[in-house]
């Protein structure tokens, strides 16, 4: 085959098409509108296999129809295709074969997408039993090891088998443990079961896996995917060659670790023992970890030269992303004691009692902390993310998949292997998986059955990314911190001079950072209004005018482009507002319910200011940089969430943590509570403190 | 027009499709493939549009290309199509017009599909200044009107628009403040601002609004949609017909009511007001609305007389739904009952203090319970939902969209009525909105910037679908109860017997109901199991065997289908479990986490079980169907939840609830804390228990 021609493809019609893996030349065939228009080419001709196949004869005459069809969208491309009818005898005729061959290199040498089909008017009739209604079918098998074999004999690099499932299921799917097979090593044959093949003409599950293991034999790659929905596959194809996880994948090599399914299932059986482990073992982990980050000091900081080594080699990371990837004795010190405190908050987390209620006699119910499940976190180079957010999982009980940054590799690596050594002293070992970085994050977002709950750490890029991957995934983050600072007519000069510098600069890039600086009308040509200009001014800040505070100016700054603006610089939006009422309503309607804050020396003001916002924080003549959960006291920070329901705000050990309902009885049944039965409901409050029955006894 | 042929359509190429409202004779063309194909090949006509219309030559070349798509494509669905070029000059001459006139008429006659393009190479050059580029494009506004003009001419009921936006609105899109516009009144066109055309062979917004606005008039409907991104809009022309929200629709008629954002918007206002009033003004409203409850007792029972005869005469509603949908005295007593209940719980919702730190000196930190925002609650024929939820939203100061089944329009209509009378009497009527059974619930869930929550009250199937449709919403409900009940070998026959009859036949079609039995493989052939196979066989429970269980018998009922079925009825799965941890292994793979039963004499036992399984719910002697609200003793009853975070099994009040951050300071800045700072952190937790200050000043 000849290299820089661009992806060369065959379409073999009727349920298997063959994509070669080269590209083909003209660019325009590159570009995404003809991928679509290939794709659902291809999606009407699936449509139509099933009337065109009823018959031989019926197959011959829809031909031409077929081919008109290819060939009118093609040619929308400059595309030409053209017609090749062969049969499984041409294969068995060398001379045949070769000649095949060198017709079908010719035709893609030529830039023409061959268009390959049985021919059926020649074919010897079904073979009686092939099928359950033989008689009126022809057998599609024969396109799938069709396709096989002209892949093995063109030396295809990938061979695209679509059906009507989504891929290979290990058992038929449907049933009971029908688990999504994501890759099929030849080896893990024994280990599916084939349903009976109950619908004719689609071809079975088992011939195609047939086909694409000669396939993969003769060293073309396999997958078989779904082909029929296009609301729910969108561009199979596309997504295939583009390396989605799409359908099931054949191959020959098994690599060395297990599937990022596997691993998450792992977690969650090794999770359930942590959490069933009693809190003090829990924070005995903890404290290991603490110790093996100083004791092994020497082995981290050699796994995080080596990253540190090539980030430097290769060159594209900026000073501050280097800085965050390095660790040293010092970082590591002060990680081992955040880790430390962690293990402190682990002793009250799991298990805690909410509510005990006496719902009758003997009938005693009690509202427990319990983990969540699994969680999945997402870091980007900042490997001492990893211990962090491992000792926050293991003190909340849950089982917990990390993805950290590719710079980090080599420091994740050890790290997590420590992690591993402080969780195997109690048996737990599994429950933190390190998922390899060639998971895609949208790949992790696919299993919605598996994963309880993703946090992001790092930029709020970030954290939208994964909001907008996570389908069915509640995600616990902040999006946009478009926070505002509203300088009241009442507010006193030194304060709004600090709380605005603060707010503003003290990290221009955090989350929690001032946007937008709204300024009371009667301020306007005050001193106070020309200090806080010179204020911004000496701090470098560069102001964008709101249009009512440029009406108001003979000259004033360029426009704001928008009032919803998250600078994350040394940048902000200024305007202006009649009352804190207006404040409130500005804030309302651009603003992200993030942090808000009013500077005023009105109590009265500033108490409907806190009472109305509805923000997840709401300061008064305090800086925005305050919204933190450490800052807040909460101990462990998770993260600032601005969901608004499970937790909202600065997030502590609590925001990883759900209940359960515990009840105890003595054989009651509600229909004793019935008009006629003989109990009564108490619903008494009991106090709460003591920890569950059942963690006494494990101790 | 013929009627009773089908849909009638005709095809304007490039930028605007005309589909004439009737249906095409063949059936086949009814058929969703065909759909798709008629919509993937416009979709490539979008693709294709820009380059064929480089220039005129190049358009006349392209026709060609075109046609031979189109009548490939609708070849293979045995349709013919026909090709129509003509020029706005056309319709001037009246003898021109009818003669195109009786030829698309015939065309449609004979079920042949007019393509109809503007005849390119003849009309007259581009205007100069017509364009930004004029020279080298043929103005596409031509097919906007053309389609208008076409569309009247031939009395077509739906003429559909294809653009490269959602549709219009009322600002250029991607500023500020541009909202959608989903049904554009032709009243309203001075509220429409429109951008400048920056991109040219789109045509431009404006001219597309004049076009439709002139097919209105002509009795034209007029759809404007996104026609570009087949990932997005899917199968946007098959939705439009169907009816469902896409684009934007032109109308002549403005509805009485205002459109269900407006409704979302005017809940969202006034539900700031109910969240900001004193909780006892919340509690006085609800109050309120008990006494209406029972003062208007009459007017309420005339509209509900008006469903029930509507319900009677139509004689499609099965018993169970009548009985739900009608009212009584004694109901409306026993609702105004627990609306007073609910007035109470309001005292103590919004507004309590969970968390009150002190974080520095004059730095004061507290963590106030808020309403989460607006709700969307969705019931089905059931009318004493709508006070009952209202009151729930209202004791928690939330805005509430209610959408009830059409069944009971009258009696909602007065429900609602009087619920507004109620919330006037602190000026936040508009807080509850009930919408108008017009709107689909998929439509509702489209509102994701708008609605913070959605429950679903009634069926699991409604919940299901409604957590399907709800992509970025939160919702709140059980998806499914395959609840378990363990009967272990240490069980007590008489709470066996009691237990396992109240889980399964007190009420079989609840959610806690017993829908799966394990028995420890100890009991098989022991007096028990004779007695439990006795009282299912008295109570007529059908038993399906799991494959364990129907190992062990020589005559076993009939196998279960699957271990994870909700039957929802007087039948239950028997299954064999050889231990405790076995059965909480079955439960984890096949339960779903809902309410699980252990029945045993041993504690030891019992606690294991409590502890270790991962349900919402987990209960030792005790029957389900204890897995309730009213049960627990929480109070007014929200619902019951399968989700992991925010609320979980059976939710109280404060399901509805979430909490903001209050901070009070004095000028405090984060840098005063740092290193070089002069202040240090204390965070000092503080008792709770006083109301907020803002609330004390409020009243």
């Keep these: ?59 011959a005459a ?88 002209l892949a093995v004999e063109m030396k295809a690099d990938l061979l695209i088998a679509l059906s009507d499932v989504e891929g290979l299921y290990d058992s038929p799917p449907g ?18 079961t084939y349903g009976t093949k109950s619908r004719v003409g689609i071809g079975g599950m088992e011939a195609k896996v047939k086909a694409a293991l000669w396939a993969l034999q003769g060293g073309t790659s396999v997958v078989i995917a779904n082909g029929t929905n296009p609301k729910v596959t969108g561009h199979v194809i596309t997504d295939i060659v583009e390396g989605k996880k799409v359908g099931t994948f054949f191959s020959e090599i098994k690599p060395a670790g297990p599937t990022v399914e596997q691993q998450t299932e792992m977690s969650r059986n090794s999770g359930r023992t942590l959490a069933s482990l009693h809190p003090d073992q829990r924070s ?18 050699a796994a995080n030269k080596m990253d540190m080594d090539l980030a430097v080699n290769a060159g ?5 992303m280097l800085n965050r990837l390095s660790l040293s004795p010092a970082k590591l010190n002060s990680l081992a004691i955040g880790l430390r405190q962690i293990s402190v908050a682990a002793q009250d987390s799991v298990g805690r009692v909410l509510r005990r209620t006496r719902v009758a006699h003997n009938l005693e119910l ?45 420091t994740n690596h050890v790290l997590h292997k420590l992690t591993q050594e402080a969780l195997s002293m109690h048996g737990v070992k599994e429950a933190v998986q390190l998922v390899s970085t060639r998971e895609e994050v949208e790949d992790l977002c696919r299993l919605d059955k598996m994963i309880d709950l993703i946090i992001p750490r790092g930029s709020s890029q970030l954290v939208r990314d994964i909001q907008r991957a996570a389908k069915g995934i509640p995600v616990l983050g902040h999006s946009e911190g478009i926070c505002h600072v509203y300088v009241d007519a ?26 937008t600086l709204l300024i009371h009308r009667d301020i306007l040509r005050t001193p106070l209004f020309d200090q806080i200009i010179d204020m911004l001014r000496t701090e470098r800040v560069r102001i964008h005018a709101g249009p009512r505070f440029a009406s108001y100016l003979t000259f004033s700054p360029s426009e704001a482009k928008s009032l919803r603006t998250e ?27 993030h942090t808000d804050v009013i500077i005023t020396e009105n109590e009265d003001t500033a108490e409907q200011f806190l009472q109305q916002l509805d923000s997840a924080c709401v300061f008064w003549n305090a800086s925005s940089r305050f919204a933190d959960g450490y800052r807040f006291g909460l101990g462990a920070e998770v993260g600032i969430s601005t969901a608004r329901i499970h937790a909202r705000g600065p997030v502590g050990l609590e925001g990883l943590l759900t209940t359960k309902w515990v009840l105890r009885g003595d054989g009651h049944t509600v229909a004793d509570f019935s008009e006629h039965g003989t109990m009564k409901y108490l619903h008494e409050n009991q106090p709460v403190g003591q920890p569950l029955a059942g963690q006494r006894d494990s101790n």
Tied chains: 1, 2.
Excluded at 29 to 58: F, I, T, W
Excluded at 290 to 300: D, G, N, P
């Design 567 to 593: 600078y994350g610089d040394l940048e902000c939006c200024m305007e202006v507002v009649d009352s804190m009422q207006e404040a409130v309503d500005h804030i309302h309607k651009y603003g992200s319910s």
């Design 490 to 515: 009442n507010a006193s000069i030194d304060k709004v001079l600090k709380i605005v510098r603060d707010s503003k600069c003290d990290y221009p890039a955090a989350c929690n950072a001032m946007e």
């Design 366 to 410: 009690e509202q427990v902390t319990v983990p969540i499940g699994v969680l999945l976190v997402i870091f980007e180079a900042r490997p001492d993310c990893l211990p962090q957010v491992s000792a926050l999982a293991i003190a909340s009980g849950n089982a917990l998949l990390l993805k950290g940054g590719k710079e980090a590799a080599n």
């Design 316 to 320: 594209h990371l900026p000073p501050a």
């Design 175 to 192: 049933t009971d443990d029908a688990k999504f097979i994501d890759i099929f090593y030849p080896g893990d044959q024994q280990s599916i």
């Design 1 to 59: 085959m000849l290299q820089n021609q661009g992806r060369e493809m065959m379409i073999v019609t009727s349920g298997a098409v063959a994509f070669g893996k080269q590209r083909l030349r003209h660019e325009i065939l590159l570009s995404q509108s003809v991928r679509q228009a290939l794709h659902s080419g291809h999606n009407q001709l699936k449509d139509m296999s099933l009337p065109v196949l009823e018959a031989r004869a019926c197959a």
């Design 62 to 149: 829809g031909q031409s129809g077929l081919m008109a069809l290819y060939e009118a969208m093609f040619t929308q491309y400059s595309t030409c295709t053209a017609q090749v009818l062969v049969t499984n005898l041409d294969f068995h005729d060398d001379e045949k074969r070769q000649n095949l061959n060198s017709t079908l290199q010719e035709l893609l040498r030529m830039n023409i997408v061959p268009i390959i089909n049985t021919n059926d008017a020649v074919v010897p009739p079904p073979e009686p039993n092939s099928d359950l209604q033989g008689v009126n079918v022809i057998s599609i098998k024969d396109n799938d090891s069709l396709a096989a074999r």
């Design 284 to 301: 005995e982990i903890i404290c290991h970890l603490a110790e093996l980050l100083t004791e092994r000091q020497e082995e981290i900081l």
